[in-house]
T-cell receptor, first 116, second 118 residues
Framework: AQSVAQPEDQVNVAEGNPLTVKCTYS??????LFWYVQYPNRGLQFLLK??????LVKGSYGFEAEFNKSQTSFHLKKPSALVSDSALYFC??????????????FGQGTELSVKP | SAVISQKPSRDICQRGTSLTIQCQVD?????MFWYRQQPGQSLTLIAT?????????ESGFVIDKFPISRPNLTFSTLTVSNMSPEDSSIYLC???????????????FGPGTRLTVL
């Protein structure tokens, strides 16, 4: 079975400091990995994805993620955090065995809090 | 990306009643997806809706409780029937779009419908 895990319920960083939100995955075959962000009272917004190629993926709002096959990780990073980055972040993997296509399996989410 | 709207954005309903949630997309899509996000939880897929065929439900979800319509390629509805407080959740619809380089599909989500059942 395919799954993703986000080991931290909450991450606290100071504005201007680098941030990392962790994600590990378990898949059969090549992983299709995604990061989404959910601001309060809003839907999910797509940040970035890894399908193949360069292990460092750049996405929206200055975020990037590093795919590490040996560690089965896909951590989300940003060099300098902003207070406006405070939100709920979800890692997801595409279920390639789902015959309807498109099913995403989500991690439990990580609440990011950036303090001034 | 995709422009997806949902109605209502939120509602408070009484136990035993039903609520129909609408999802409208700005262009035609083959598949639409309905997810549930219970309070403090992650997202779980309820069903996949293809135009012109019956929706496909995930384990733990049944058509009698969550009937879905997909009358055309830009619209879908999800009904939450005979509601109980356990149905209090955010319900989100989503669609897939090809990436700009056509290498893969990316799923985009609507703003969600926040349902509270008393």
């Amino acid at each position: 079975a395919q799954s993703v895990a986000q080991p931290e319920d909450q991450v606290n960083v100071a504005e201007g400091n680098p941030l990392t939100v962790k994600c590990t995955y378990s898949v059969s075959g090549n992983p299709y990995l995604f990061w989404y962000v959910q601001y309060p009272n809003r839907g999910l917004q797509f940040l970035l994805k890894y399908i193949t190629g360069d292990n460092l993926v750049k996405g929206s709002y200055g975020f990037e993620a590093e795919f590490n096959k040996s560690q089965t990780s896909f951590h989300l990073k940003k060099p300098s955090a902003l207070v406006s980055d405070s939100a709920l972040y979800f890692c997801a993997v595409r279920d390639v065995f789902y015959n309807q296509g498109g099913k995403l399996i989500f991690g439990q989410g990580t609440e990011l809090s950036v303090k001034p | 990306s995709a422009v997806i709207s949902q109605k209502p954005s939120r509602d408070i309903c009484q136990r035993g009643t039903s609520l129909t949630i609408q999802c409208q997309v700005d262009s035609q899509v083959t598949m639409m997806f309905w997810y549930r996000q219970q309070p403090g939880q992650s997202l779980t897929l309820i069903a996949t809706a293809n135009q012109g065929s019956e929706a496909t439900y995930e384990s733990g979800f049944v058509i009698d409780k969550f009937p879905i319509s997909r009358p055309n390629l830009t619209f879908s509805t999800l009904t939450v029937s005979n509601m109980s407080p356990e149905d209090s959740s955010i319900y989100l619809c989503s669609v897939e779009r090809k990436s700009e380089d056509l290498s893969t599909d990316t799923q985009y989500f609507g703003p969600g419908t926040r349902l509270t059942v008393l």
